[in-house]
């Protein structure tokens, strides 16, 4: 943490909007020289980089001019803004000046010419081309009009802001791993009926009658046994052989999934996934092999040389149920692991029959545990089968589930759910016919729905479902609007849950971003007066996706709209954001906002105004590394340099 060198009040200029502000200053070793609103305040209004470069002098003819004693000057480099700044006396004066050469001259001589990688800041745009300010007895608004008519990028709102990777949200699916383990705690499971209870053997004669964990201290000795156990002529010592296999790598902590590989295990296992004559084998190799793909890349990459996929497929017309289970959830472990594993799978036919088995275990009903397992366990795998976008699997293929996955939300399990909605989402985020294929299957109604189930992990799916559609066209933004999604996103502002705020606010950015019509929707609904409340009080994630939404609806709504937003008080918060440790993308959405707003009504300066953020405008203008945003600062400062003076 930088040191303080010297702090106290002092008064600066502004460096377009000339007027006087009292701010509080600490020189630090930083270097650099940061002023606050007060002695107490967390946030800096602004700094001044100090660099081997700069220089600073007493500057008694410009105080006459200025009509001010005690001034002194700052400028980081030749090419930057010179700071005007006056004590409140002459001494201290002296004692400013003379501590921020001493940190110069400490900077020249460690850094003679400038820290590596900082260099001179960029002193703001110098063409005079880029000059846009308001001829005599032009107002303000009509300034702000024309510069929001040419002044904006020009392009239309950009929807496409609302991929979620941009938004930097953790997709809440990736913890719920997408690879799972069957573990030993599942021995306990039923089996009426199932293939292990053809077989009484526990793996016993070669683990030994200690616990399954105890087993690791000796498994130098046990993979040479358990490789010849499994290459046994003997029917029973390959079955007992498996089950000990099995539930080694079954173990909850540190399985040893690499020993097994590199003891040749897996290609011996695989065989037995063609014995059909005795499904316990089968089951059992299943299992373990479910588990070795829970492991990592390479070990599943292993998996998939020995030719594990074509035979966990054909497992899927096993007559036995917990075959059939078994080798759902190792081809969704295998598809979990990453796109290229996925599109193994689906080349494999795999896809198709797990849509059969799901429609056999709907037309079953009935409930119980196996069941309901079972029914978890297809609707998990199905969701790694269609997820990924690196690349997208083929969309012509996996939309085939969309039937599927509309009879699958109806139900009330919840891991169903939620592992249903998690499909859907993967399938509308795309292309304008991706998200009408997904509304075509008319599930949106029931995703909006279930943005208000007593379960919360089913609200981010449902959401993310409804995000995506409504980065489509304004038909498809209406289907989302009349099934009363704006109530149920009023009530996600309200809970607790940062993450589903920050996507509820990226929904409406969405929704204002489509133009005057739906703006009115969201204005009607009531639901920006809590946008404006995250605005002032939400997290610094959650104000910039409420700040996307104001802007947006300042950039498309109409006169009216604006101006409502405007009497809401949404100015200050958007102005406060900028201070914040935002991107330059929000930070120039802002801006945007703005200088819209600022073209609908005059009262928008006056707003930007009060709300103090020159000190921050001009440092924009001045070091902004995007020329974009140097530009839009330099536009709203031209703005507020009409207003008078406070």
């Keep these: 943490m930088a040191n303080v060198i010297k702090d106290g009040w002092l008064t600066k200029q502004g460096g377009r909007v000339k007027s006087w502000k009292r701010r509080f200053f600490r020189l630090t070793s930083a270097p650099g020289l940061v002023y606050y609103e007060s002695a107490h305040a ?24 200025l009509k001010r004693q005690f001034v002194f000057t700052v400028q980081s480099t030749p090419e930057t803004r010179s700071y005007v700044i006056f004590a ?12 921020i050469r001493r940190v110069v001259a400490d900077e020249a001589a460690r850094f003679p010419e400038g820290r590596p990688g900082q260099g001179p800041l960029y002193g703001g745009p110098s063409d005079a081309s880029l000059d846009v300010g308001a001829s ?17 990028s020009g392009d239309e709102v950009d929807k496409a802001r609302g991929s979620l990777a941009d938004l930097e949200l953790h997709a809440e699916a990736d913890n719920n791993l997408l690879q799972r383990r069957s573990t030993i705690a599942a021995d306990v499971r039923a089996h009426n009926g199932k293939a292990a209870e053809h077989s009484s053997l526990d793996g016993s004669t070669i683990l030994g009658k200690g616990s399954v964990q105890d087993c690791l201290d000796r498994l130098d000795a046990l993979m040479p046994q358990l490789a010849e ?21 079954s173990i909850e ?72 289970e078994q080798a759902v959830w190792g081809l969704g472990n295998i598809a979990g692991d990453s796109c290229a594993m996925r599109d ?42 269609i997820r990924g976008k690196s690349p997208p699997p083929d969309f012509a293929l996996v939309c085939e589930a969309l039937p599927m996955l509309r009879r699958l939300i109806m139900l009330d399990d919840v891991e169903v759910l939620t592992d249903a909605c998690w499909a859907l989402s993967y399938l509308s985020d795309g292309t304008a016919e991706r998200i009408q294929a997904v509304v075509d299957a008319a599930v949106v109604p029931r995703m909006v729905e ?16 409804v995000g995506n559609v409504v980065t489509g066209s304004s038909a498809q933004v209406a289907v989302v609007l009349r099934s009363g999604v704006l109530e149920r996103l009023a009530h996600l502002l309200d809970g607790p849950n940062p993450s589903l705020k920050r996507e509820a606010c990226w929904t409406v950015s969405n929704v204002t971003a489509d133009g005057a019509e739906h703006c009115q929707h969201v204005l009607d609904s009531g639901i920006i ?27 498309t709504g109409s006169e009216a709209q604006a101006q409502a937003v405007v009497d809401m008080g949404a100015i200050a918060p958007m102005c406060d954001l900028l201070f914040e440790r935002v991107s330059a993308a929000v930070q120039t959405s802002i801006l945007d906002g703005l200088l819209r707003a600022a073209a609908h009504t005059g009262d928008v300066i006056g707003h930007v105004l009060d709300a103090d953020c020159t000190d921050k405008l001009e440092e924009l203008e001045d070091n902004a590394e995007e020329a974009g945003l140097r530009e839009k600062a330099k536009q709203l400062l031209t703005l507020l340099e009409d207003m008078p003076p406070k």
């Excluded at 279930?450 to 479902?465: F, K, M, N, W």
């Excluded at 610094?540 to 409420?546: K, S």
């Design 529 to 555: 007066t809590k946008l404006i409340d995250v605005l002032r009080g939400g997290s610094v994630h959650e104000r910039q996706e409420a700040a996307w939404a104001v802007s947006n609806l300042f950039e």
């Design 42 to 65: 967390g946030r800096p209004k602004g700094s001044v980089a100090l660099t081997a470069f700069t220089t600073v002098a007493e500057a008694d003819e410009l105080g006459a001019k």
């Design 344 to 385: 193994v799978v689906l080349a494999s036919g795999a896809f198709q029959g797990l849509l059969e088995a799901l429609g056999q275990q709907l037309e079953a009903g009935g409930g119980g545990v196996e069941r309901q397992s079972f029914l978890r366990n297809l609707t998990w795998t199905l969701s790694n089968m």
């Design 229 to 249: 156990a499994l290459n046994s002529d003997q029917l029973d010592t390959r079955l007992d052989a498996a089950v000990a296999t099995r539930k080694l790598l």
């Design 253 to 324: 902590s540190r399985p040893p999934i690499e020993e097994c590989v590199a003891a040749g295990l897996v290609p011996v296992l695989c065989r037995f996934l063609a014995e059909h004559e005795t499904p316990a084998l089968q089951f059992e190799a299943a299992w373990a092999l479910t588990n070795v793909a829970s492991g990592s890349a390479q070990h599943t990459r292993h998996l998939v040389d020995q030719d594990v996929v074509p035979l966990l497929r054909d497992l899927l017309d096993s007559p036995q149920a917990d075959v059939r």
């Design 88 to 99: 409140e006396s002459g001494e201290e004066r002296r004692q400013w000046v003379e501590a």
């Design 136 to 152: 005599p007895g032009t107002s303000p608004s009509a300034t702000a009009a024309a510069m929001a008519e040419g002044g904006s």
């Design 450 to 465: 279930l943005l208000g189930h007593e379960q919360s992990q089913i609200h981010t799916p449902a959401l993310r479902v």
